[in-house]
Structures are given as structure tokens and as C-alpha cells.
């Protein structure tokens, strides 16, 4: 599934999948948010676990942040971070660990995705943010 987050709301094809009204329901659920952005969801909302903020995926991405790489390098980076999250999804010390096999890669990309990786507790209090809700921006646009 190809899909697109911003700092309120994960997308797919426009449309979106995960947004506040999905909260309360994934405040029950152990969680892993891999989207460009989903650091300011998940703390907006207390959402606890695994998760990256903007996330160099595809050449457009590395060009907006500033990161000269090649399709092939995004690629590697892709391939060594998802064997390194399935290797230590579960382990307790998952983010370091997590950041200690990505960080042997040692590229632009995963350089700058590295200082991108986060994980909250259960317990961490919501942070709130002062980032204007682009999903209403974006609907006002589309209709």
C-alpha cells in the first residue's frame, strides 16, 4: 500500500485512513506508525510505540529535505531499515536497537532518517503542537 502522511492524517490515494477520529481506538492497540510526519500524530494524541517523523522514502522526499540521493540508495535504506524494525519490533530496547543496525548503513538518507526514528511510552503525557490542520486545508481545496 503506497500512502502519504502529513502531521494529522495518513492517506491513501487522497483519502484519508487515520485521523483523529481513529484515537480512541488506537490507544488500545500497540503500534507502529511508519509515515512521514507521524511523530506529530502520535504525540498530538499520547499514542505510544514505534514511530518516525518525516521519512526519506522516495527521491522527491530526499530532494525536499535536502538530501542528494539516488533511487538505489533510497532503496537500501528502505530494505536495511524494514530488516532492522522486523528484527527488533518487539525486543523492549526496540529503538535503540532499531537505530544501532540502521545506523551501520551510514548514508545521507539513513542519516537523516535516523535522527527521525522516535518511540513514546504508554505513560508520556500528549505534546501539543501549533502545526495548522492541513487535512481541512487540503478538503477546502478538493471541494
Known amino acids: 500500500m503506497v500512502v502519504h502522511g502529513f502531521h494529522h492524517w495518513l492517506l ?22 511508519i509515515w512521514c510526519f507521524a511523530k506529530t500524530f502520535f504525540d498530538e494524541h499520547g499514542l505510544a510505540r514505534f514511530h518516525t517523523d518525516m521519512f526519506i522514502s522516495e527521491t522527491l522526499e530526499a530532494t525536499m529535505m535536502g538530501v542528494k540521493a539516488t533511487e538505489g540508495e533510497i532503496e537500501t535504506s528502505k530494505l536495511v ?12 530496547d526496540c529503538l535503540n536497537r532499531v537505530k544501532f543496525k540502521y545506523g551501520k548503513l551510514n548514508s545521507d538518507v539513513s542519516k537523516d532518517n535516523f535522527v527521525r526514528l522516535n518511540y513514546r511510552e504508554v505513560n508520556d503525557p500528549p505534546i501539543k503542537n501549533n502545526l495548522p490542520d492541513f487535512g481541512n486545508i487540503l478538503q477546502n481545496i478538493l471541494s
Not at 531499515?81 to 527488533?88: G, I, L, M, T
Open 81 to 92: 531499515f524494514a530488516k532492522a524494525v522486523r528484527s527488533y519490533l518487539f525486543h523492549p
Open 12 to 33: 491513501n490515494n487522497y483519502q484519508t485512513i487515520i485521523d483523529k477520529t481513529c484515537v480512541p481506538f488506537l490507544k488500545t492497540k500497540e503500534l507502529v506508525g
